[in-house]
């Protein structure tokens, strides 16, 4: 895990102005990554730095000479058009560019000249997904969303035996992985009918979750386990992620094998990687309620026990079309926290997804799954805050949701801040539903 360097020092302060506002999401303590190009343009997606309202062109930094030594490197790494070549160089050299990138963003520094012709404004320019997703792999640790829905179905016993001893998963689909502003298409499929005879038609349960992303860096061999002792050094950072589900279409296939076309129809990530150095003012202690079992040794370690969990604010926002049409800002349905809703670290993701011989690849991408708080208003999903569509949520504007219409769109918002730190955020996950094909 991260130490706190000169690059979390709180009182720093950036020559790029708007990086120092109080509520900017990107000041330089934070230096998260994308892949952007100025909007409407041909030109080619390329690694891009937050800061403030602007982006540090990594392409052109390089091509300017701005860096040096391992920095040099990995900059190149990052100017082409994802970061898997960067996320494969490891945490030494991702070290050293955030360095470089801290020293040439302070006020007064000497690299301005040189530094400031690649800022391009983050308004002007448009984003792809930030890395090419190889494999994707979905997991279950929010244990008051697990809770809750097994509630729904199994009010005496919600949570199943192994849920409290092994980090639940299953795999995604990679393909229909989208930036966060691309559209989500109301899904076609099957639902349960009449005397188990199946219906065919748009989803009427339409809902998001609202999750963590953790983009693998390094991989390891095949056949060859990940300690958790070293598990952190595999991830390059945490990007927010709304994985859409069709709860009537899962509800009638996800037996035996799991959910299939209530998941596979599309995913949206954040443009924004927040690398877990950043992240490292923010951690938190990692224990188990009294009387639950304690990990198995696999899974355990002093650090992750001491500093293994993530203190980050979550929020959910909507906005309907008709809010939209009535010139009415986006309304927020809840509010929570990861430390609060994960009941597995991203460490132990990484430890268990390897201990049977899985091999990673950079950029790889693992889901926390729905994060949820133990409360009503920390709630990850329409399932929850409806209790499964039986009780609407009343928006502001008197419009009623069960479930996601149409020309809703769903926004993610998430930051961290604590005393003695500077508050950084994730940007935004959004979302807006369109009417199925046909």
Not at 12 to 20: H, K, M, Q
Not at 108 to 121: I, K, Q, W, Y
Not at 271 to 292: C, H, K, Y
Not at 413 to 437: D, V
């Amino acid at each position: 895990m991260y130490a706190i360097n000169e690059t979390h020092d709180p009182a720093l302060r950036s020559w790029v102005e708007s990086a120092n506002t109080e509520d900017t999401d990107f000041p330089i303590q934070n230096l998260p990554f994308a892949v952007f190009r100025r909007r409407g343009s041909n030109e080619a997606f390329r690694g891009g730095v937050a800061i403030g309202d602007r982006i540090v062109d990594l392409a052109a930094a390089s091509a300017a000479d701005v860096f040096s030594g391992e920095a040099a490197n990995a900059a190149q790494a990052a100017g082409g058009d994802r970061l898997n070549a960067l996320m494969a160089l490891g945490p030494r050299a991702w070290s050293a560019l955030r360095l470089a990138l801290s020293r040439a963003l302070r006020e007064g520094a000497e690299a301005r000249a040189a530094l400031e012709p690649t800022l391009v404004e983050q308004a002007q320019a448009e984003f792809t997904v930030p890395a090419h997703i190889g494999d994707y792999t979905d997991f279950y640790i929010g244990i008051n969303h697990a809770t809750a829905v097994g509630k729904l179905f199994r009010p005496d016993n919600p949570l199943l035996p192994n849920y409290k001893w092994v980090p639940i998963g299953y795999h995604g689909r990679a393909s229909s992985i989208v930036v966060s502003g691309h559209p989500v298409r109301r899904p076609l499929g099957q639902t349960k009918g009449s005397d188990d005879t199946p219906q065919f038609g748009p989803c009427q349960r339409l809902d998001y979750e609202l999750e963590l992303g953790y983009l693998i860096g390094p991989g390891n061999e095949h056949g060859q386990p990940i300690a958790i002792e070293d598990a952190e050094a595999h991830l390059f950072g945490v990007a927010l992620f709304n994985d859409w589900s069709a709860r009537d279409i899962q509800a009638w296939e996800y037996q035996p094998l799991g959910p299939f076309l209530s998941k596979n129809f599309g995913s949206t990530i954040a443009p924004w990687v927040v690398t877990m150095e950043a992240l490292a003012p923010f951690r938190a202690r990692f224990s188990r309620p009294d009387g639950d079992p304690q990990p198995l040794p696999y899974l355990d370690s002093s650090a992750n026990r001491e500093q293994g969990s993530l203190d980050i604010v979550l929020e959910t926002w909507l906005q309907t079309a008709a809010m939209r049409e009535a010139g009415q800002s986006a309304t927020r349905l809840t509010h929570g926290n990861a430390r609060e809703a994960t009941y597995w670290t991203a460490a132990q993701l990484v430890a268990h997804h390897t201990v049977g011989g899985c091999n990673l690849q950079p950029g790889d991408l693992l889901g926390s799954g729905t994060l949820s708080g133990p409360r009503l208003e920390q709630a990850g999903s329409l399932l929850e805050l409806t209790s499964g569509g039986k009780q609407p949520i009343t928006l502001p504007n008197g419009e009623t949701r069960r479930f996601l219409a149409d020309g809703d769109e769903l926004t993610l918002r998430a930051w961290c801040e604590r005393e003695g730190a500077r508050r950084i955020g994730f940007g935004e996950c959004s979302g807006t539903i369109m009417a199925p094909h046909g």
